[in-house]
């Protein structure tokens, strides 16, 4: 596609609720990011993928998160058993071997 | 800890001024500093600096960076409301993926 796109643009659960968000990168990007956003803040580094390959998962917050990409294109954060303090945006980016990371428009989670 | 620092927090001129936005870091095994814009949406790239002292512009926005002082600036001249948007920068690392992002500075451009 022309852009990073993520799904759904809102989720709204409730506390103790399974969540999966959904990244598409721009096709042929081989490196994956995820990251956490809280309001006023800049983006906090969860995971990286290079194609299929969890290269890097030190900033995910706890064993409640997960995140795969099986054939090394779309993306999946899923976080278990949800908590108020997940609530915040998510945002998904790829990038090319040494070219900046492009940013979809990320998925703002609430957690009731 | 490896951090980045930006500054001010907030800003708030009127159209037609010029600004300069502040980013510091102290980061180990540093490669490039990215600039980025976020309006409502997704950050998007504004600029990568790898060498100090080489300005990069692009329209009404310039950038530059000082690898001895370890801090960069970004300038906007003219300012038009629609410059209005929070400004990251993020220090990239040597392992070429990592960044470590600055809170941002938001921008508020008045008519």
């Known amino acids: 596609g022309a852009g990073v796109s993520q799904s759904p643009r809102y989720k709204v659960a409730k506390r103790g609720q399974d969540v999966a968000l959904r990244c598409d990168p721009i096709?042929?990007?081989?490196?994956l990011f995820w990251y956490q956003q809280a309001l006023g803040q800049g983006p906090e580094f969860l995971t990286y993928f290079q194609n299929e390959a969890q290269l890097d998962k030190s900033g995910l917050p706890s064993d409640r998160f997960f995140a795969e990409r099986p054939e090394g294109s779309v993306s999946t954060l899923k976080i278990q058993r949800t908590q108020q303090e997940d609530s915040a945006v998510y945002l998904c980016a790829s990038s090319l071997g040494n070219q900046p990371q492009h940013f979809g428009d990320g998925t703002r989670l609430s957690i009731l | 800890e490896d951090k980045v620092v930006q500054s001010p927090l907030s800003l708030v001129v009127h159209e037609g001024d010029t600004v300069t936005l502040n980013c510091s870091y102290e980061v180990t095994n540093f490669r490039s500093l990215l600039w980025y814009k976020q309006e409502k949406k997704a950050p998007t790239f504004l600029f990568m600096l790898t060498s100090s002292g080489i300005e990069k512009k692009s329209g009404r926005l310039s950038s530059i960076l000082d690898k001895k002082e370890l801090f960069s600036i970004l300038n906007i001249t003219a300012t038009q409301t629609g410059d209005s948007a929070i400004y990251l920068c993020?220090?990239?690392?040597?392992?070429?993926?990592?960044?470590?992002w600055g809170a941002g500075t938001k921008l508020i451009i008045k008519p």
């Open positions: 096709s042929g990007h081989v490196s």
């Open positions: 993020a220090g990239l690392l040597d392992s070429n993926y990592q960044l470590i």
